[in-house]
């Protein structure tokens, strides 16, 4: 499966300091969008991926209503659809605590919780034994500017789907089961 991230694409961005990822760190750390047309560069790139050409699940992107104009741009010169938009539905409270107990493995994008997925040794990758990182931005104060960046640009993106009639609300304060599950039956109906 072809699963493009604009967020972890640009982390490998700044990690590598290209000169792609120069441009993005700033707004990154502050909790803010990095500019539209740095986003719809790598997006429009990274479709062209071998792999990703019998399809993709696009990830943190479009988070404008300038990005999901330009990706009907994108797509329509592919010639491919939307088959569905599924947002994530959640109320700002419940993030704090999610957020600031996150715990990743960078190489595999695994995912832990200290409370609520916890490895089975603190700070170590299940699988691989490797040490887990904290998200730079995954703070409480940072995530204060994510919200508000969500609130002002990326609100009117979900409009602008549920207009368009693909869009699809996935109650996301659920368990983590059993929003795999509806995720599941979502993309697979
Ligand atoms: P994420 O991993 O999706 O939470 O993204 C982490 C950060 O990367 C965001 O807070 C933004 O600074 C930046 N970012 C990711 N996706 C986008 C996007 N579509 N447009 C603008 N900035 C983005």
Redesign the pocket.
Known sequence: MCHL????M??AAVAAKSPLGVK?KD??D???????D??VGI?DEAMNRPKCQKGFIL??????VT?AEKLDEMLNRRGAQIDKVLNFAIDDSVLEERITGRWIHPSSGRSYHTKFAPPKVPGVDDVTGEPLIQ?K?DNADVLRS?LD?FHKQTQPVIDYYAKKGNLVNIPAEKAPEEVTKVVKKVVSA
């Open positions: 991230s604009t967020g972890d640009l982390r993005a707004a990154m502050k909790g803010e969008l990095v500019s539209d740095l986003v997006m990830d943190g992107f479009p988070r404008t990005q998200r931005d994510r960046a």
